[in-house]
C-alpha cells in the first residue's frame, strides 16, 4: 500500500482518497483550489489531515494550531465579506453582525452542514465524550477554514466558499437582531420601559464539562424573576434565559 510521509505523520491511501473526496464535496468554486487538491500535493494534503485530526488521536500533529490560526482567517473573513455586501452599515452594526457569523454556534452550524465529523480523527477518549461532540466539531470547522487560508495565503478562496452561507445568515439575523442578541436587546427594553438593568444569577448544578444543563439561570427585573434556563457554561445559560425572556416579550406586542 502507498503512504504519504510528511512531517511524522502517515496518510495512508484510505486516508488520502477520504481527504480528497470530503475536500471536493465542499465544492469551492475555485480553479486553483480544485487544481492543488487533484495534483494531491503532499504538503496541502498533510496540513488538511492535520486540521482534521483531533489532539486525542495525536498530541503533536492536531487541528489546534490551525484551530489558533483560522480564528483570525475567519474574522478577517467575515469582516471582508461585511465590508463588500453591507457598505452603508454602521461599525457598530458590523460588529454585531460579525460576532454572529464568527460565532462558536455558527462554526457548529457549518460543520454539521459540510458532515465534518466524518472525516475527523479521533482518539477513544473523545469519540465516546458526547458533550464535548459539538465543541469539537466547531474548532475543526475553524482549523478547516485555517488549512484553506494556508493553501494560497490569502482568504480568496475562503470568501468564496463562505459567502454562500453568509449570504442567507446575515439576513436572517437582520431581519430578527433580538433572537441572537438577546441580552443587548434585553438591556435595550429594559432601558426604554424605565427599569434597572437585568440582573443574571448562575447557579452550577453539574460538574460534567459540557452538559447542557451544566448551569442555571435565572433573570430578575426590578426585584423579580422573569425567565430561567439552563446552559453548558455561564455564557450559554445567560443567553438561553436572555432569549426565552425577550421572546416572550415581543410576542406580547405583537398581541
Not at 182 to 190: G, N, P, T, V, Y
Not at 228 to 249: D, P, R, W
Request: hydrophobic content about 35%; some cysteine.
Amino acid at each position: 500500500m502507498k503512504h504519504l510521509i510528511y512531517m511524522d505523520t502517515l496518510i495512508d491511501d484510505k486516508r488520502l482518497e477520504q481527504i480528497i473526496k470530503f475536500l471536493n464535496s465542499l465544492d469551492i468554486n475555485s480553479k486553483r483550489f480544485i487544481k492543488i487538491i487533484n495534483q494531491k500535493d503532499k504538503l496541502i494534503l498533510h496540513t488538511f489531515n492535520e486540521a482534521l485530526t483531533h489532539s486525542s488521536a495525536n498530541n503533536i500533529v492536531n487541528y489546534e494550531k490551525l484551530e489558533f490560526f483560522g480564528d483570525a482567517v475567519l474574522r478577517l473573513s467575515a469582516s471582508d465579506f461585511i465590508e463588500r455586501t453591507y457598505k452603508s452599515m454602521s461599525v457598530g452594526s458590523r460588529s454585531e453582525l460579525r460576532s454572529q457569523i464568527v460565532s462558536d454556534e455558527w462554526l457548529t452550524e457549518l460543520g454539521k452542514k459540510i458532515f465534518i465529523e466524518k472525516v475527523i480523527i479521533k482518539g477513544p477518549k473523545a469519540m465516546g465524550d458526547e458533550n464535548s461532540k459539538d465543541t469539537i466539531i466547531a474548532e475543526t470547522s475553524e482549523a478547516l477554514i485555517g488549512a484553506i487560508y494556508k493553501c494560497f495565503n490569502s482568504i480568496n478562496e475562503v470568501n468564496i466558499w463562505l459567502d454562500n452561507f453568509w449570504k442567507k445568515d446575515a439576513e436572517l439575523y437582520l431581519q430578527a437582531p433580538h433572537k441572537y442578541n438577546a441580552k443587548s436587546a434585553l438591556q435595550e427594553w429594559c432601558q426604554s420601559q424605565g427599569f434597572d438593568l437585568p440582573i443574571y444569577k448562575i447557579y452550577e448544578v453539574s460538574k460534567n464539562h459540557g452538559d447542557p444543563k451544566r448551569f442555571s439561570c435565572e433573570i430578575y427585573i426590578n426585584g423579580s424573576k422573569k425567565a430561567f434556563s439552563f446552559g453548558h457554561s455561564h455564557k450559554k445559560a445567560e443567553k438561553n434565559a436572555a432569549s426565552i425572556l425577550i421572546q416572550k416579550i415581543f410576542q406580547k406586542k405583537k398581541n
